[in-house]
């Protein structure tokens, strides 16, 4: 893995954006795997910037996202369709039939779950797929005990991601307890993984993934496994890790690789 520790929350949406610009500028037809949640607007917000001005172009590539609430149309607010459209597909160059969110108001939602498989599959897999992570370790919505190699299934959320989420649904609104989730294996299967965390409440999350065991009980320690899996975090997110003075030299070194690459 490797461990990018920055200064505050800014710094690691733009450092998250530039993998993404240089990802589109490589490959104008990428296929990015994107995420919900607070953590990933202000990256949204830099790649719009960079849409605006010319910088990069959504016009030829396609989306997969990570999770969708089981029993929300795509019109509902709280739907991660409806968040996506909001916090970027309505603000960038992007033909919306080329961006996809698992379907929560499928009939047949086991069905779907094949489906969506199939159509990331057809697309040749996901070039970049980025990650927010939940206090418990989940990445997407694969709760604690999620199999490591599970593919997109419904999955029944915990009663802490239900809390951490309830603050999004009005006090009478109907809160899902269910979703469809791409797996484990499914977010291993993408070329890149970066995943973003900021602030103190993901410290304990953030030691779990990159110091624990490889376990069931903090799915995100499942990028252990992944060959290009970028852990970009803020102080405040790194402060539980035991080693970050070794994190921080890994990175300057690697820094230093990179510039001499760039010169030969
Ligand atoms: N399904 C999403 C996850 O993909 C996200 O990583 C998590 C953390 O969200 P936040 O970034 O708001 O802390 O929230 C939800 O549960």
């Known amino acids: ?28 037809e ?29 016009k030829d590539a396609i989306t997969f996202n ?31 039939d080329h961006t996809h969110v698992p379907p929560g108001n499928a009939k047949n939602p086991v069905e779907a779950c094949q489906e969506y498989e199939a159509h990331i599959a ?16 989940h990445i997407g919505f694969n709760e604690p005990s999620s199999g490591l190699t599970s593919r997109t299934r419904v999955k029944t959320l915990t009663k802490e991601t239900i809390d951490d989420n309830a603050r999004f649904f009005g006090p009478d609104e109907y809160q899902p307890h269910l979703s469809i989730t791409m797996g484990i294996g499914t977010i291993l299967d993408a070329k890149k993984v970066v995943l973003l965390a900021t602030g ?30 970028v852990i970009v975090i803020d102080e405040a997110a790194a402060s539980k890790l035991d080693n970050i003075e070794f994190y921080k030299h890994i990175e300057a070194e690697n820094q230093k690789l990179q510039a001499h690459l760039a010169s030969l």
Not at 122 to 133: C, F, N, T
Not at 200 to 224: H, M, R, Y
Request: aromatic share 6%; hydrophobic share 40%; glycine share 8%.
């Open 1 to 28: 893995m490797q461990i990018v520790i920055l200064k505050n929350a800014a710094e690691v949406a733009a450092y998250g954006a530039d993998i993404f610009e240089k990802q589109l500028n490589r490959k104008a």
């Open 200 to 229: 103190e409440n993901k410290a304990e999350a953030i030691k779990a993934t990159v110091e624990g065991p490889l376990t069931a009980s903090c799915p995100a320690s499942a990028l252990q496994l992944h060959r290009d899996a």
């Open 122 to 137: 057809a697309a040749g897999g996901i070039d970049v797929q980025l990650l927010g992570i939940g206090r418990n370790g």
């Open 30 to 58: 990428s296929v990015l795997g994107l995420a919900t949640g607070s953590t990933p607007v202000a990256l949204y917000q830099n790649l719009i910037e960079k849409n605006k001005q010319g910088d990069i172009s959504f």
């Open 66 to 96: 990570l999770d969708e609430y089981l029993g929300l149309e795509g019109t509902h607010p709280q739907s991660y369709r409806y968040f996506m459209n909001e916090q970027l597909f309505n603000h960038v160059d992007i033909n919306k």
